[in-house]
């Protein structure tokens, strides 16, 4: 490391790398959530069309319990498939992160330059890893409580699946 701009670039470098690694780890981190609505069906018609709504987006019914106060609790289970486009880009990423990161090698170590870019060669690594990491099983639950006629439904799943039940409103 021969000056001051070197060992700035390398630092820059690094920090830019760390950034990266902590975006590829958010790709797979679980968002669970938990949204309320309301209702003015009776709990067994909702209770119904939640099922068969969850069903129809691949979702298999683990438990199904009522207790003796009316209320009825529901937990499903479905298989959350990695998306193809989000590997690609990851992979995409990790490629040009790790040719800057050789580059700035072959700067400062001008003897072994040509051997730092074949680090590129690890960035499909990335899409290997998000893809096991991504594909899992997720739950999604659901509880209807009547209160004063109407309905109050709590679910608890994934964030996006909250948000394309919000767009959908099954049970309107």
Not at 47 to 76: C, M, P, T, W
Not at 118 to 130: D, E, G, K
Not at 149 to 170: A, M, N, V, W, Y
Request: with cysteine; net charge neutral; aromatic share 12%.
């Amino acid at each position: 490391m021969e000056s001051a701009v070197s060992q700035s670039t390398f630092f820059l470098t690094m920090l830019l790398g760390v950034g990266l690694f902590f975006f590829i780890k958010a790709s797979t981190k679980d968002r669970t959530e938990i949204a309320e609505f309301s209702s003015d069906q009776s709990p067994e018609v909702l209770h119904q069309r939640l099922i068969d709504y969850f069903e129809n987006r691949a979702y298999r019914l683990l438990e199904n319990d009522a207790d003796s106060e009316g209320d009825s609790s529901v937990k499903l289970v479905g298989l959350v498939r990695p998306s193809v486009f989000l590997a690609i880009f990851l992979t995409f990423l990790a490629a040009v992160a790790l040719l800057c990161f050789a580059l700035v090698l072959a700067t400062l170590f001008k003897s072994y330059g040509v051997i730092f870019f074949a680090l590129v060669l690890l960035s499909p690594t990335v899409a290997i890893l998000y893809w096991k990491r991504a594909k899992r099983e997720e739950e999604i639950s659901f509880r209807i409580h009547e209160i004063n006629g109407s309905c109050k439904l709590t679910i608890r799943g994934h964030r996006d699946e909250i948000i394309q039940f919000r767009t959908q409103k099954p049970f309107s």
